[in-house]
């Protein structure tokens, strides 16, 4: 990248280079090792200054933050790997195969050297480690704080059905329903003798019938009777079977069977707390399907979150101009909703666009009204495909060269045939 540094490719062309190789790079060390976030602040940089041209001699402003340019496409961001969350999404396969790997060597190797794994794995019951244990376990018994204050998000997309239920523990995994029982039940779970038995061992056939030994630290209360009885509405249908493992299963994914991808977009979910308005997204959603060049939906996926270098924007990150007066009137400040919709010279842009699908003009405040507007014109006058939408962007595009040529090469402002 030193080399080049993206001179001769557009900001779809570096997007799409980030994507498709620089988040793949780390993969193999990713795949088995946690990365120090020194590293992973180092790798996110590198990143973030090729997306937007920075470099030592020159530094350029970051204008989406790069937690939103890590969001999926269809949450408004541009699908971006977030390093870390793709590092533990990686690592989590890991704890995967601790619980559903029964026959590999290596992890009878590690049965023995750390004891219960899928205790340990599946729940926040015993997550000690000592300190000859490896580093590799030590990373993967914490993994999961790795998140901040999303914590257990393995243990909440793992669920397991019923063999011999010697693997499960009645009270701390997720076997029955869509919580762990102590969550369900947390009065009985409280007042149990037997928080740590297994499924198995909470349960025996008696005279050929099926019984569930439940005991208690003292006598139950008429509520903890009434919760009792609940639990045992909906154990009275669970029968084991003494041949056949528990089978544990990933709920993220239509397969049961755990893949990074699923895991991936689940941690997203829990990182990503702040919501983009969903007239934007409606849009974008659009956006992304229009047969345009990249750089174009891109283009317009920064004009709606307001991050284009206009005047006011360059003014508000402390950027000295000579004029802040709109680059083709002259008549206002500069600003994305006045130099793509309100400006005398883009209306007449606009007009002439617009006069070709028989609309006479698209009357609004700024740019999510001005598009639902035109795509509720659009019924009216033309048939309903990804044509008129081209012109939508393509409009804007021509007024933000425009533009550009102008102040950058200062050309003549002609409206283009």
């Known amino acids: ?48 200054d090729f997306l937007w041209g920075s470099h030592e001699e020159e530094r350029k402003i970051c204008w989406v933050s790069w937690e939103d340019i890590c969001k999926p496409k269809k949450e408004g961001g541009l699908g971006v790997k977030n390093l870390e969350v793709f590092n533990i999404s990686l690592l989590a396969k890991w704890k995967w195969r601790c619980i559903h790997d029964h026959n590999a060597l290596w992890r009878d190797l590690l049965a023995f050297r750390y004891g219960n794994l899928i205790a340990k794995q599946t729940c926040s019951l015993d997550r000690s480690w000592g300190t000859k244990d490896s580093i590799w376990w030590r990373d993967l018994m914490l993994l999961e704080k790795d998140l901040s204050q999303n914590q257990n998000f393995f243990q909440r997309a793992v669920s397991c059905d019923v063999g011999d239920g010697q693997s499960i523990l009645f009270w701390y995994n997720k076997w029955l329903g869509s919580e762990p029982l102590k969550d369900a039940f947390p009065e009985l779970f409280a007042i149990s003798s037997q928080q740590l038995e297994s499924v198995g061992n909470a349960s025996s056939w008696r005279r050929d019938q099926w019984t569930w030994g439940l005991t208690w630290k003292r006598q139950l209360n008429p509520n903890e009777e009434e919760s009792l009885h609940s639990l045992e509405t909906i154990l009275v249908d669970v029968h084991l079977v003494a041949e056949s493992h528990d089978r544990w299963k990933w709920s993220l994914h239509n397969s049961k069977l755990f893949t990074v991808s699923s895991c991936y977009s689940f941690a997203m979910s829990l990182v990503n707390q702040t919501q983009m308005n969903s007239d934007i997204l409606d849009i974008l959603s659009i956006v992304w399907k229009v047969p345009v060049p990249s750089k174009v939906a891109l283009f317009c996926w920064r004009l709606l979150l307001d991050r284009l270098p206009t005047k006011d924007n360059l003014i508000r990150r402390n950027v000295v101009i000579n004029n802040s007066r709109c680059s083709l009137c002259d008549s206002c400040d500069e600003n994305v909703v006045h130099l793509f919709f309100h400006c005398d010279f883009s209306k007449c842009i606009w007009k002439e666009i617009l006069s070709w699908i028989g609309i006479v003009d698209v009357i609004a405040v700024g740019g999510v009204q001005h598009f639902w507007e035109y795509d509720r014109l659009l019924k009216y006058n033309t048939s309903r495909n990804k044509v008129p939408f081209m012109f939508w962007l393509a ?23």
């Open 1 to 48: 990248l030193s080399c080049w540094r993206g001179r001769n490719l557009s900001i779809g062309g570096k997007v799409t280079l980030i994507n498709s190789v620089l988040s793949s790079l780390p993969l193999y060390f990713f795949s088995f090792f946690k990365a120090p976030k020194v590293v992973i602040k180092e790798l996110t940089q590198i990143q973030r």
């Open 395 to 417: 409009t804007l595009w021509i007024i933000w060269q425009v533009r550009n040529n102008s102040i950058f090469k200062e050309e003549e402002k002609d409206i283009p045939k």
